[in-house]
Nanobody, 119 residues
Framework: QVLLEESGGGSVQTGGSLTLSCKAS????????MGWFRQAPGKEREGVAG???????YYADSVKGRFIFSQDNAVNTVYLQMNDLKPEDTAMYYC?????????????WGQGTQVTVST
């Protein structure tokens, strides 16, 4: 069984920063292909940032230059550093992981952590 646990969400003002963490446990997942998604009320879930083997980190256009995806394999954790936050970044943020060897198809999802950005 794979368990993903997000943390680090909260409420900040416009221009503020937050760093989300997602710790993975279990064995049948690929830490090298994990990603972050978000879903705002009334909107579809969208990909925010992630990594695939051999490729630079990828980011949604709306967060490029502001968000940074990173990972620490030693503690099975991926991070999303979010800078210069805007009200439109308000959403529930989820991390996701594919099954081992199946990059591109996210099988496992965390419970989400709420990010709220106020003006």
């Amino acid at each position: 069984q794979v368990l993903l646990e997000e943390s680090g969400g909260g409420s900040v003002q416009t221009g503020g920063s937050l760093t989300l963490s997602c710790k993975a446990s279990g064995w049948n997942y690929s830490i090298d292909c994990m990603g972050w998604f978000r879903q705002a009320p009334g909107k579809e879930r969208e990909g925010v940032a992630g990594k695939v083997p051999g490729v630079e980190r990828y980011y949604a256009d709306s967060v490029k230059g502001r968000f940074i995806f990173s990972q620490d394999n030693a503690v099975n954790t991926v991070y999303l550093q979010m800078n210069d936050l805007k009200p439109e970044d308000t959403a529930m943020y989820y991390c996701a992981a594919p099954a081992r060897g199946v990059c591109g198809k996210f099988t496992y999802w965390g419970q989400g952590t709420q990010v709220t950005v106020s003006t």
